[in-house]
């Protein structure tokens, strides 16, 4: 027999069921995942030596615990993958509003329909994907919200005093009892209602408007928090600070192979948008590096963090840009160019905080700057270093590239160039191609025209080439026919 098929308490009884409480079943069963060799917490990518450990370490003690880390380093993804490590199902009374335990109860209500019923109290079983409950901390929330309060609508109805207990309706954390229970952005809570929070953390009980109820419940709390609040916002309380067993601090990935990681599995796409948009694995790569240039950049608040949702949202506009001139062009497949980076400047400027220098750039040109540092960043790795003084007469790698522009006077390449125009421009810089070919004899053919455009932005960088923005696309030039075309 199913142990969700049993419906009464005679028959739960039967069946030897025995209660535990919410931190050793968590314990129990991270317990059993480490020892076969199981993943415990699947899909969080880059904290397996640092976060997860020490995760892993909280839970076996039975903490409640504090999750520290600025925006974007998948605080609440941890707290629900907790989940996994629950029961599939736990019995409860049923219509009980708190999930009693059937062999334990704590409510008025429980322990009546029990004493009534007996063994032939009704239960119900409740599966571990409704064992979460989360909340955001705003300063509007309440005590109310929390712990509960006195409902007159019920005294009313019920025909009941206000001195008795069944008066009261209870708060979210009540109603989550045998549950994990969430507060995101801690130091939002005002300190008043976190002090409301000090007793069931330690003791247990709970107060509602002069109700001490002495009501043991049974909650694994996780808290997250950002550094930037404790200073800008709010703090967490000494007391409540004292009450909360471990304090874990999480991370941005430590490698652009981790971040990319984890923009693949979290970019939403579709199949149509993934066959007909061919992406360069250096496109991928630059990609995850204007974030890490956006948290070293002098003209991002360093302090408030550059989410890893930057990169997700940026992967997401990238493909769309390519995605949209596919379909202006009536072609079925394109391959993302250079060019297509443009377009990942609207999910650059909503998700970094400027400082007063990146307030006077303007959003989109430090979008801009972040894309330029990343493409310096990578040139090197790909072919040779530039030098930024060189001898005279002293040919280089990049000489002929250089002297094919002061002879061609350059070239324009709109953002919506059909594919034939995009590829007939970069195969006319035949310079280019000797170059990859000398140095990139490995390179993927579909990868070709994608790593030219990456050349010549890379010199561009490097103060070799000029390049600059019309409304429908880039005039890339030499150097010294753009300075004196501006004079």
């Known amino acids: 027999m199913k142990i969700e098929n049993i419906k009464t308490l005679g028959e739960l009884k039967k069946s030897g069921y025995k209660s535990i409480n919410i931190k050793d079943e968590l314990r129990t069963n991270l317990r059993n995942k480490i020892k076969s060799g199981q993943p415990t917490f699947e899909g969080v990518h880059g904290f397996e030596d640092t976060v997860i450990p020490e995760l892993e370490r909280a839970i076996l003690s039975r903490h409640n615990i504090n999750l520290l880390g600025l925006r974007g380093q998948a605080k609440t993804r941890l707290a629900r993958k907790m989940i996994e490590l629950l029961d599939e ?79 009261i309706h209870f708060g979210m954390i009540p109603r989550a009892n045998r549950c994990i229970f969430v507060i995101n952005e801690l130091p939002d809570l005002q300190a008043r209602i976190q002090v409301a929070l000090f007793n069931i953390l330690q003791e247990g009980d709970i107060q509602i408007r002069g109700f001490k109820l002495r009501m043991p419940l049974d909650l694994q709390f996780v808290f997250t928090a950002n550094p930037e609040d404790y200073t800008n916002r709010g703090s967490i309380v000494t007391p409540l600070k004292d009450r909360i067993g471990s304090q874990i601090l999480t991370h941005y990935p430590e490698t652009i192979k981790i971040a990319r990681t984890i923009t693949e599995q979290e970019a939403k796409r579709d199949a149509t948008q993934n066959n007909m948009v061919y992406v360069p694995s250096l496109a991928r790569d630059l990609l995850e590096q204007i974030s890490f240039e956006a948290r070293e950049s002098e003209y991002i608040d360093n302090k408030s963090g550059v989410s890893a949702r930057l990169s997700i949202t940026a992967f997401e506009n990238l493909l769309s840009t390519a995605e949209r001139r596919a379909l202006r062009s009536g072609i079925d497949k394109t391959t993302l160019r250079l060019s297509d ?62 002297e094919w522009f002061f002879a061609e006077s350059g070239f324009e390449l709109s953002d919506d160039c059909s594919d034939e125009e995009y590829e007939r421009i970069l195969e006319s810089i035949v310079p280019l191609e000797i170059l990859i070919k000398k140095y990139q004899p490995q390179l993927e053919k579909e990868d070709k025209f994608f790593m030219k455009e990456f050349i010549l932005w890379g010199l561009v960088e490097y103060k070799k080439l000029s390049k600059d923005r019309f409304s429908k696309g880039y005039q890339f030039k030499d150097i010294y026919g753009s300075f004196i075309s501006k004079l």
């Open 341 to 402: 980076f443009m377009g990942i400047i609207p999910a650059i400027t909503g998700k970094v905080e400027l400082v007063y220098e990146g307030e006077q750039e303007g959003a989109a040109a430090v979008a801009q700057h972040l894309l330029g540092d990343a493409i310096h960043t990578f040139f090197p790795a790909y072919f040779p270093k530039i030098e930024k003084l060189e001898k005279e007469g002293v040919k280089n790698a990049y000489t002929d590239i250089i």
């Open 89 to 167: 199902y736990i019995p409860f009374v049923t219509g009980s509003e708190i999930n009693d335990d059937p062999l334990q109860p704590i409510s008025r209500f429980a322990k009546d329909i029990i004493e009534t019923k007996g063994d032939a109290t009704p239960i119900s079983w409740l599966h571990r994907s409704d064992r979460f409950f989360e909340k955001l901390a705003t300063p509007d929330v309440t005590v109310a919200d929390l712990i509960g309060d006195v409902d007159p609508i019920k005294a009313a109805n019920l025909k009941l005093s206000y001195a008795d207990d069944r008066v």
